[in-house]
């Protein structure tokens, strides 16, 4: 690089670089860089177009992993996540038709988020609104699996809010009845528990009305605990505390942080919650004891060099995985707190991006802050494939991803669904 001028590689010489503000030639480094960055998504998007099969590994293919299926010299789960690895790499993009009662509503609104619920069966979605706030709505999924590819979107005009940060399904009176959001209605925040029943398309007289909603200092984060000793608790991560709330009894308990809380998931098997902090810190509370003064209370401790985005725990809950604003992603072993597997490719500088495990299939799933979807195994860390967006990259149109084996419930379709701008993708496995 020369001071002051850019090379131009398609006629192999250097131009004077002029300030941005110059109307006869307005070329910044920012908006080359741009350029190249958008030449390369879509002549990924053309391969992507071409390639029908792609192969991840050197002579990796279904027949050969039957043969040694059969000759034993595989076990039925590195079978199972093989096979994974190559139904992933033949993935095709489709788009699904979004049906709404209210026809003026759908496919207007940018997706900001999209939350799968434990099942599959349902996500919901937040979305932007031009007027500056954000509309929730729930789809259903049970239309996947038809030739269609259409799906039905119920919103409740009524529940909105300035600005969401954080949602997570919660468990309250049956699986997934309920849901947490996190987020700035005036200022300061606000925490709701919304009933998933208000996005139906019931007779609306019969709709309960919000569970619980109060004022909190800026929320980062939000979970729910599925432990029976911390039951109907959910969590929230504020500027440099965290509020365990229980929504029945009422009970707050505060654990003063030295760091804004960003990401927060409860384990099941005991009753400890899991925080990854601005600081890189990444710490474990026993949610049955009382806050203390000074960090006593905090049982593991880890750290990051940078900002921690998203944490999952494995289901044995001896592992546990993180994402930073380094774009680094590392595996855990929380026994010997220790980093046993680091996932590389992953593009992050300031954004917070979760990460999805999907442990079943194997597989680890992240959405960079350059707007390509990359997927893992989760065995190898090996990088499986790298899925450019099917819009051009910006801050606003990062797209938001479920991967499930199953969407749609039990007797559903496998793939991954991405929401971007107003459009939602789905990528079937056939």
């Given at each position: 690089?020369?001071?002051?001028?850019?090379?131009?590689s398609?006629?192999?010489?250097y131009?004077?670089?002029?300030?941005?503000?110059?109307?006869?030639?307005?070329?910044?480094?920012?908006?080359i860089?741009?350029?190249?960055?958008?030449?390369?998504?879509?002549?990924?998007l053309?391969?992507?177009?071409?390639?029908?099969?792609?192969?991840?590994?050197?002579?990796?293919?279904?027949?050969?992993?039957?043969?040694?299926?059969?000759?034993?010299?595989?076990?039925?789960?590195?079978?199972?996540?093989?096979?994974?690895?190559?139904?992933v790499?033949?993935?095709?993009?489709?788009?699904?038709?979004?049906?709404?009662?209210?026809?003026?509503?759908?496919?207007?609104?940018?997706?900001?988020?999209?939350?799968a619920?434990?099942?599959?069966?349902?996500?919901?979605?937040?979305?932007?609104?031009?007027?500056?706030?954000?509309?929730?709505?729930?789809?259903?999924?049970?239309?996947l699996?038809?030739?269609?590819?259409?799906?039905?979107?119920?919103?409740?005009?009524?529940?909105?809010?300035?600005?969401?940060?954080?949602?997570?399904?919660?468990?309250?009176?049956?699986?997934?009845?309920?849901?947490c959001?996190?987020?700035?209605?005036?200022?300061?925040?606000?925490a709701?528990?919304?009933?998933?029943?208000?996005?139906?398309?019931?007779?609306?007289?019969?709709?309960?009305?919000?569970?619980?909603?109060?004022?909190?200092?800026?929320?980062?984060?939000?979970?729910?605990?599925?432990?029976?000793?911390?039951?109907?608790?959910?969590?929230?991560?504020?500027?440099?505390?965290?509020?365990?709330?229980?929504?029945?009894?009422?009970?707050r308990?505060?654990?003063?942080?030295?760091?804004?809380?960003?990401a927060?998931?409860?384990?099941?098997?005991?009753?400890?919650?899991?925080?990854?902090?601005?600081s890189?810190?990444?710490?474990?509370?026993?949610?049955?004891?009382?806050?203390?003064?000074?960090?006593?209370?905090?049982?593991?401790?880890?750290?990051?060099?940078?900002?921690?985005?998203s944490?999952?725990?494995?289901?044995?809950?001896?592992?546990?995985?993180?994402a930073?604003?380094?774009?680094?992603?590392?595996?855990?072993?929380?026994?010997?707190?220790?980093c046993?597997?680091?996932?590389?490719?992953?593009?992050?500088?300031?954004a917070?991006?979760?990460?999805?495990?999907?442990?079943?299939?194997g597989?680890?799933?992240?959405?960079?802050?350059?707007?390509?979807?990359?997927?893992?195994?989760?065995?190898?860390?090996?990088?499986?494939?790298?899925?450019?967006?099917?819009?051009?990259?910006?801050?606003?149109?990062?797209?938001?991803?479920?991967?499930?084996?199953?969407?749609?419930?039990?007797?559903?379709?496998?793939?991954?669904?991405?929401a971007?701008?107003?459009d939602?993708?789905?990528?079937?496995?056939n």
């Amino acid at each position: 690089e020369l001071p002051g001028f850019y090379y131009d590689s398609e006629k192999n010489r250097y131009f004077r670089l002029l300030p941005g503000h110059n109307n006869y030639n307005p070329l910044t480094k920012e908006s080359i860089q741009y350029k190249a960055m958008e030449c390369k998504r879509l002549r990924l998007l053309e391969e992507e177009e071409k390639q029908k099969k792609k192969t991840t590994r050197a002579g990796l293919n279904s027949s050969m992993l039957l043969q040694k299926r059969q000759l034993g010299l595989l076990s039925s789960t590195s079978y199972c996540r093989l096979v994974h690895e190559l139904k992933v790499n033949c993935m095709q993009r489709r788009k699904i038709e979004i049906h709404s009662p209210d026809s003026s509503v759908a496919g207007t609104n940018n997706f900001k988020i999209i939350v799968a619920d434990v099942a599959c069966e349902r996500i919901f979605t937040v979305n932007d609104v031009e007027h500056g706030g954000c509309k929730y709505g729930i789809v259903n999924l049970s239309g996947l699996g038809k030739e269609s590819l259409a799906v039905e979107m119920y919103d409740n005009l009524y529940f909105t809010n300035r600005k969401v940060n954080s949602v997570c399904w919660a468990s309250l009176t049956h699986p997934d009845s309920h849901l947490c959001l996190m987020g700035i209605a005036e200022t300061p925040g606000c925490a709701s528990l919304l009933p998933a029943s208000l996005f139906s398309s019931t007779n609306p007289g019969d709709r309960p009305g919000m569970l619980c909603s109060f004022k909190i200092s800026t929320a980062w984060s939000c979970a729910w605990c599925l432990n029976p000793q911390a039951d109907n608790c959910f969590s929230t991560g504020l500027t440099r505390r965290v509020l365990v709330t229980n929504v029945v009894t009422g009970h707050r308990q505060t654990f003063g942080t030295s760091s804004d809380v960003l990401a927060q998931q409860f384990a099941t098997q005991t009753p400890m919650l899991y925080n990854g902090c601005r600081s890189g810190e990444i710490f474990s509370i026993d949610v049955r004891q009382r806050n203390r003064k000074g960090q006593s209370w905090k049982a593991i401790r880890i750290f990051h060099d940078s900002a921690v985005t998203s944490i999952r725990l494995l289901e044995a809950e001896h592992y546990l995985m993180a994402a930073d604003m380094a774009g680094k992603i590392k595996l855990w072993d929380l026994r010997t707190a220790k980093c046993v597997k680091q996932y590389k490719g992953h593009h992050n500088e300031y954004a917070i991006l979760p990460l999805h495990v999907n442990e079943e299939e194997g597989l680890l799933t992240a959405v960079g802050q350059d707007c390509y979807t990359r997927i893992w195994s989760l065995q190898d860390a090996h990088l499986l494939r790298t899925i450019p967006s099917p819009h051009p990259s910006s801050k606003d149109a990062i797209p938001s991803v479920v991967f499930s084996s199953r969407l749609g419930g039990s007797r559903g379709v496998p793939g991954l669904l991405m929401a971007v701008k107003q459009d939602l993708y789905h990528f079937s496995y056939n």
